[in-house]
């Protein structure tokens, strides 16, 4: 293939076209306009250059049948678009010098863009981390999702209690998207299932439109960008006029109001199933919509024969949200295309795989038979006939199967429906194989396999962390960034005094940064040479925000006890939201803040312990909290967290962790070393049989003198009125499902030994080196080559 010559944009180019957008696409002179108004132009400046690779691309892969990945997942948790894109163009000095042509704040400007935050947690940020890697090693990919007029909510705290408000960020015009109305497929709800001659007719006794909004994802060196095709809910022409003019104005407007609510937000919980009509008919109509798209695609491309499907067509579901894919593909198959049930049920298996991201019970989604009769009523039928197909060439009538107690068990459509499963870390895989889907296993021993999770080096390194990336480059060269492992050659430089000074100084450097943040929004001052702890995720009880907060506590109290010691300064850094409903959830940040308010203004304690938690976590305040840490808290009860993708941010950005044997973690100690890693608590396997032990909560308590007192301090009403966290206490001392106590005495003498290395300077400062030049395997563009070597089948596109 002809290798393609890109000119980068001069600085002056940019420039030149950033005022003819600001001119011409946004009407503004530049002495009229805002930082909106320069944000805007300077994006559609961006998106012009990744316009050309993006249809350059499309070509390639229509004209030599390429075979393509589609990503169907209900988030895609993108955060901020502009400053990423600019860095995989490679355009981050020459928009630099454009901006200094300009005179315009590039920080201001890069901030100014809300975060796309379409999505709850690990799970949507893995999917986008995806797209970018797809598009970075060059494999033709679509990614699949709901574009939802609000976003993950926003948090704020009001006594210390986390209140909850809309997030709008389609108020203002979204640069980066491309409205597609004439790719708008008609999607189904309800009504009656009919069999005339023969043929099984679905009569749906209501409709929305699926409209694409596309927004194209450039990869490292702009030389590929794939799709993320959004899907936004429009009424069906089917605007009862009749109806409203003889005054019946609500049943009028009822296809509107269906589809309004469609997409219109995102469920705000995380790991948790919420079981509700309208979240099944979010889920089909994503896959509904992506299913039409891909079977137009593919006709378009190679005619009518449905068979070769598999052969140009790997669909991949994050997780079982859009598992209907199974019965509507079948359906499709059958029902609109002809074919008989056993030939569709093939096609559909070859074509589609499963990932399982948790093993949590309470996310294991799960629908009532009635409940889909009624709203999919032929796909409860397809169901029932691959359930019984199942069950028939399995020979284990009522053994395993889909329908149990009049419900659809998602996890066994989507394992029964699915070429290959896959888990997200080595212990999760096992775990999968040996729990949730033991007998599965036993019947298709092939189908599992494990893809560890990674992350995108660009955006979690390079864009994020510029001091480190700085001396990176400078010593190491500038290749790591689309090759990860090169990271690898740092090694011989962590016994450089010159260069341990350096990665000291880049550390340094965000951690002030930090520090000037947290003054202005908490008027929190912080140390930059305090140890900076932190621990930033969704609130859940399995990841045991209570247990840090709990050891912060007993902490204060030792330091209070000799306030002449030799304490290691610590600043604890907690973020993160919390369900809605998740009342448990809700009070453990209640208590964070309380507890906050309380030790930050001890002056006693003052120099050595400090708290903050800035509200509304999210991916932008990810990209400064994980460059600043010094300390990564990994701390779930082993068994609970399917692998973690924050963990591999703070080791790649030279963060040490404190953590248990649990999901990716085993994996980063395992690379990193265990002499470089704080390892504390029971493994999986000691949790399982610590739970099963009745009593263990209070048995564990008594015997800990440093959690009696974090307990007692908190019922004694010293941080706030202890009814507040009643529930909290209670489950601690009678239930604790997650073990907190069992494992705490194992954490708070594992933080006296980060609090020792910490004092060395020197020696952490190696460490950290070495955690660095040990994280090139969390890549995503690693786990994407995985699935395309095991599961997909694909090949980059010829020539990259
Ligand atoms: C998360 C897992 O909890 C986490 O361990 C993992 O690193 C991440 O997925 C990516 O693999 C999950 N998020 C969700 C969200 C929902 C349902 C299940 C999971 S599992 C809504």
């Not at 790991?271 to 039409?292: H, I, M, P």
């Not at 499907?309 to 579901?317: E, N, S, T, Y």
């Not at 070429?419 to 599992?448: C, P």
């Amino acid at each position: 293939m002809r290798p393609i010559v890109t000119q980068l944009p001069s600085a002056q180019d940019l420039s030149d076209q950033i005022l003819h957008h600001l001119t011409h696409t946004q009407g503004r002179g530049p002495e009229f306009a805002t930082i909106f108004d320069w944000r805007l132009a300077i994006s559609y400046t961006i998106r012009d250059q990744i316009v050309t690779p993006w249809m350059r691309n499309h070509r390639t892969s229509r004209n030599q049948g390429l075979k393509r990945v589609y990503y169907l997942s209900m988030e895609f948790l993108i955060g901020r678009i502009l400053g990423d894109a600019i860095i995989n163009l490679g355009l981050d000095q020459q928009m630099d010098a454009a901006l200094d042509i300009l005179d315009l704040d590039k920080q201001a400007i890069l901030g100014d863009e809300p975060d796309a935050a379409l999505g709850n947690g690990g799970l949507g940020r893995l999917a986008a981390c995806f797209m970018e890697s797809l598009s970075t090693l060059g494999v033709p990919a679509y990614g699949y999702g709901i574009r939802y007029e609000h976003g993950l909510f926003r948090q704020r705290f009001e006594g210390g209690q986390q209140v909850e408000a809309p997030e709008d960020w389609l108020n203002q015009p979204h640069p980066w998207e491309f409205v597609r109305v004439d790719y708008s497929y008609e999607i189904g709800f309800k009504g009656h299932v009919e069999t005339v001659d023969g043929r099984t007719v679905w009569h749906p006794g209501e409709s929305v439109i699926a409209r694409a909004y596309d927004t194209p994802v450039v990869g490292w060196k702009g030389r590929w960008a794939n799709t993320l095709r959004l899907w936004g809910a429009q009424p069906t022409n089917l605007f009862d006029l009749h109806r409203f003019n003889s005054g019946d104005h609500a049943e009028a407007a009822k296809p509107e109001a269906l589809a309004r609510t469609l997409s219109r937000v995102l469920y705000p919980d995380d790991t948790t199933d919420s079981g509700k009509e309208l979240r099944l008919k979010q889920e089909y109509f994503l896959t509904a919509a992506a299913l039409q798209d891909i079977l137009r695609r593919y006709m378009d491309e190679h005619g009518d024969d449905l068979t070769g499907l598999p052969d140009k067509v790997a669909i991949q579901l994050n997780d079982t949200h859009p598992a209907i894919a199974g019965p509507e593909l079948i359906r499709l198959l059958m029902d609109e295309h002809g074919y008989g049930f056993p030939e569709a049920l093939q096609i559909a298996r070859a074509t589609l795989n499963y990932t399982n991201h948790t093993l949590l019970p309470e996310a294991l989604e799960r629908w009532s038979t009635w409940l889909m009769g009624r709203v999919l009523p032929r796909h409860l039928q397809i169901i029932e006939m691959i359930d019984a197909e199942h069950r028939t060439s399995t020979r284990r009538p009522g053994h395993v199967g889909i329908l149990k107690d009049d419900q659809v068990l998602m996890g066994e459509l989507a394992f029964i429906m699915a070429n290959k499963v896959n888990g997200v870390s080595a212990l999760h895989t096992d775990l999968v194989r040996s729990t949730v889907f033991y007998d599965l296993n036993k019947l298709h021993g092939e189908k599992i396999v494990n893809e560890t999770n990674g992350v995108a080096p660009r955006r979690w390194l390079r864009m994020s962390n510029p001091p480190l990336a700085k001396l990176l480059d400078a010593t190491i060269g500038t290749e790591w960034t689309g090759d990860l492992d090169q990271l690898r050659l740092l090694e011989p430089h962590a016994t450089d005094p010159a260069f341990l000074d350096a990665l000291h100084a880049a550390k340094r450097q965000n951690k002030v940064a930090l520090s000037q943040g947290l003054l202005a929004d908490l008027g929190l001052k912080a140390d930059p040479d305090a140890l900076f702890d932190v621990q930033v995720k969704r609130m859940h009880e399995y990841k045991r925000q209570l247990l840090n907060i709990l050891e912060t506590i007993a902490l204060w109290h030792r330091i209070h006890e000799s306030p002449n010691g030799d304490w290691t300064p610590r600043l604890k850094i907690f973020g993160g939201k919390a369900a809605p409903g998740y009342w448990l959830a809700k009070s453990v940040i209640h208590l964070i803040n309380d507890v906050a308010a309380t030790i930050n203004k001890d002056p006693v304690t003052a120099k050595y312990l400090q708290i903050a938690y800035p509200p509304n976590y999210n991916v932008s305040m990810a990209e400064k909290l994980i460059p600043a840490a010094d300390l990564s808290e990994q701390i779930s009860t082993a068994g609970k967290e399917a692998s973690g993708t924050g963990n591999m941010k703070f080791t790649m950005n030279g963060a040490l962790t404190i953590g248990t044997l649990d999901g990716a973690n085993v994996e980063i100690r395992e690379l990193v070393g265990p002499e470089n890693f704080f390892l504390f608590g029971l493994t999986a396997e000691e949790a399982a049989a610590e739970k099963a032990k009745p009593g263990h909560a209070r048995a564990a308590i008594e015997k800990s003198e440093n959690m009696k007192i974090a307990l007692q301090l908190i019922a004694e009403g010293r941080f706030g009125r202890a009814e507040s966290y009643f529930s909290v206490l209670d489950r601690t001392w009678n239930d604790d499902p997650f073990l907190v106590a069992s494992d705490f005495d194992a954490y708070f003498d594992s933080q006296r030994q980060v609090d020792a290395a910490y004092r060395d300077t020197r020696d952490w400062d190696r460490m950290a080196v070495l955690n660095i030049a040990r994280s090139g395997y969390f890549s995503s563009d690693r786990t994407i080559r995985g699935y395309m070597a095991d599961i997909w089948h694909v090949e980059p596109a010829p020539g990259l």
